[in-house]
């Protein structure tokens, strides 16, 4: 018989919160693999025929699916518990540059980040700096052992609260 596990309602929250992110980091962590398999190092627009497209796309989905966690959502007010990041510096450096690209790039529009010249012509009418990144093997690696470890500390949590239920 399937039973379900009696949970206070700040431990449901919790749990709740630590599933979706489980989902949203998994999904992040897929993300990274397939770049990484690509080999999608270079800036999107250096490539041809729907390679940026599909490029710019697991990028986007990269950092914004990895940041949504650590984001304050509406709702219940369950913050993601940092004692589970335990990053070491370089790590902790890419998690502030990723949620920086999200906040700054990818989920707002920020005008910082933003750069367009005005011209006097008739046919092009202004230049624009271009949003577009890449990350390197190396940074991709990182993000992959990042995710790994965070993953399993989430799925010890979960089985720590679910255990603690009647």
Not at 6 to 27: C, I, V, W
Not at 111 to 135: C, E, H, W, Y
Not at 137 to 161: C, N, S, V, Y
């Amino acid at each position: 018989m399937i039973e379900d596990v009696d949970l206070s309602p700040r431990d449901r929250a919790l749990y709740e919160k630590l599933h979706a992110s489980h989902g949203d980091l998994g999904m992040a962590s897929s993300c990274a693999h397939y770049i990484l398999k690509k080999g999608w190092h270079t800036l999107s627009f250096m490539r041809r025929g729907s390679v940026p497209l599909q490029q710019i796309a697991f990028t986007t989905t990269m950092i914004v699916a990895y940041a949504r966690p650590f984001a304050g959502g509406r709702g219940k007010s369950i913050s993601f518990p940092e004692r589970l990041l335990e990053y070491d510096d370089a790590q902790a450096a890419f998690h502030e540059r990723l949620l920086k690209l999200r906040n700054q790039e990818y989920a707002h529009t920020d005008a910082s980040t933003i750069s367009v010249r005005p011209l006097k012509g008739s046919i092009v009418t202004d230049i624009q700096s271009i949003r577009d990144v890449s990350f390197s093997p190396g940074e991709l690696k990182r993000f992959l052992a990042m995710t790994a470890g965070l993953l399993g500390r989430i799925r010890q949590r979960l089985d720590e609260i679910r255990r603690s239920g009647s």
